[in-house]
């Protein structure tokens, strides 16, 4: 009797422990029954592939020999562990050369940087300085052909004649000849002419 109450002590823990709602109909048993006969199978696999790569130790007849040889062993790890330390050190102090030389051309890349892009803002400032004069100097030398051009002496004082009489801006200048017939310049229109020379 008392192993049938341990049966049922250990059924009723295993019920407590496990994330199935119980009591389970029959369906649901055997649907559960089948899970965990394919988990235990799955158990069991990776079992055998466990016991595959870490076969069991064997027992040693010459365990002496054998102590001796892996005394050896020990000593030969332990040097090949002492220079692969040794190799280490000397290759994070190689690392930190690198790491130190890569600071230093990031600052030098960071300031090659900064140069360069205050170099272009000059450049472009100097390049748009320049359109700026090459404008200005566009517009003043065709202003400059303009006045070339231009005939001063036509704005201030037109010249020109009126049959035998010079004009200046329309004022007759001078007398007339005596016998050809034209009436004589007034002296005021001739003082006017004159204020025009002058």
């Avoid at 109909?25 to 069991?44: F, I, P, Q």
């Avoid at 200005?136 to 020109?160: C, E, F, M, P, Q």
Wanted: charged share 20%; with cysteine.
């Amino acid at each position: 009797m008392s192993a049938r109450v341990a049966t049922i002590e250990r059924l009723h823990a295993l019920a407590t422990n496990s994330n199935v709602p119980l009591p389970l109909c029959s369906d649901c048993a055997t649907v559960l029954a089948d899970r965990l006969h394919a988990d235990l199978a799955d158990l069991e696999e990776e079992l055998r592939c466990y016991q595959q790569f870490a076969p069991p130790p064997t027992a040693s007849t010459d365990s002496g020999d054998n102590l001796a040889e892996l005394l050896a062993l020990e000593a030969d790890l332990a040097a090949q562990l002492a220079a692969a330390e040794t190799e280490e050190a000397a290759l994070e102090l190689t690392l930190a050369d690198l790491a130190a030389d890569a600071a230093a051309l990031d600052a030098a890349e960071c300031d090659f940087w900064h140069a360069s892009h205050a170099f272009q803002a000059s450049l472009q400032a100097y390049q748009a300085e320049r359109d700026a004069l090459n404008t200005k100097y566009d517009a003043a030398s065709r202003h400059l052909d303009k006045l070339k051009r231009t005939n001063v002496y036509n704005d201030v004082a037109r010249l020109g004649h009126d049959g035998t009489y010079p004009t200046i801006n329309g004022l007759r200048l001078g007398r007339g000849v005596s016998g050809n017939g034209a009436p004589p310049v007034p002296w005021h229109e001739m003082n006017a002419a004159f204020g025009k020379c002058v």
